[in-house]
């Protein structure tokens, strides 16, 4: 053999390995789900996207009512903290909340503590400022408008967490549904969603 020919054959030797790694380092990213070889193949990719507000709910804690004694209802509410993107230091934001309870099997948004066989109805109640004066009563699945705090405490909350606490939520199981209840503990999870106006 010539040494050219040696040469030329070495130079293509290389190229097609560098051809084979361009080829596997080059690829894009898997999707979520890759098709498979046939005469017809689906894959699916994920889309996801921001939009121009966002909004944040912090400082939740796990309400604990306590034991029931036979009389009385029984209540807990927090304050807590509502932050948004979108308003400016001196304005106010307006937004909407809506509560979901473990539901029934006719409402799935019911608010509804179980022990794993009964159900204990209770209800729930938003205030957009602190405390409980001026409360109003929420139901379940559906949203509460007219809601607002100023715009320096829901940026503050939005881009640090739970800083200026600026709204309430607050439960109360009547004693009405409480008697008659078997004995137990009852457990539920209440879930608020915020979307800024």
Do not use: H, K
């Not at 193949?41 to 796990?62: E, K, M, N």
């Not at 509460?144 to 640090?160: A, C, K, R, T």
């Not at 600026?166 to 009547?174: F, H, I, L, Y």
């Amino acid at each position: 053999m010539q040494p050219g020919f040696q040469t030329l054959c070495s130079m293509g030797r290389r190229a097609l390995g560098a051809l084979v790694v361009g080829l596997v380092l080059g690829q894009p990213a898997d999707a979520a789900n890759q098709g498979a070889t046939g005469p017809t193949s689906t894959g699916a990719v994920d889309i996801t996207l921001t939009t121009g507000i966002s909004s944040r709910i912090s400082g939740l804690v796990d309400l604990a009512l306590g034991n029931w004694t036979g009389a009385g209802d029984l209540s807990g509410d927090q304050d807590i903290c509502i932050g948004r993107t979108g308003v400016g230091f001196f304005g106010s934001g307006s937004y909407r909340i809506r509560a979901d309870g473990d539901g029934d099997t006719t409402d799935i948004n019911a608010f509804t503590l179980t022990n794993g066989v009964d159900l204990i109805y209770y209800d729930v109640f938003f205030n957009d400022q602190t405390g409980l004066a001026g409360r109003q009563a929420l139901t379940g699945g559906q949203m509460l408008s007219g809601q607002g705090g100023s715009g320096f405490s829901e940026i503050f909350n939005w881009l640090f967490g739970c800083v200026v606490r600026n709204a309430n939520v607050s439960v109360v199981v009547p004693q009405a549904n409480l008697q008659g209840a078997a004995g137990g503990a009852y457990t539920g999870t209440l879930t608020l969603v915020l979307i800024p106006d």
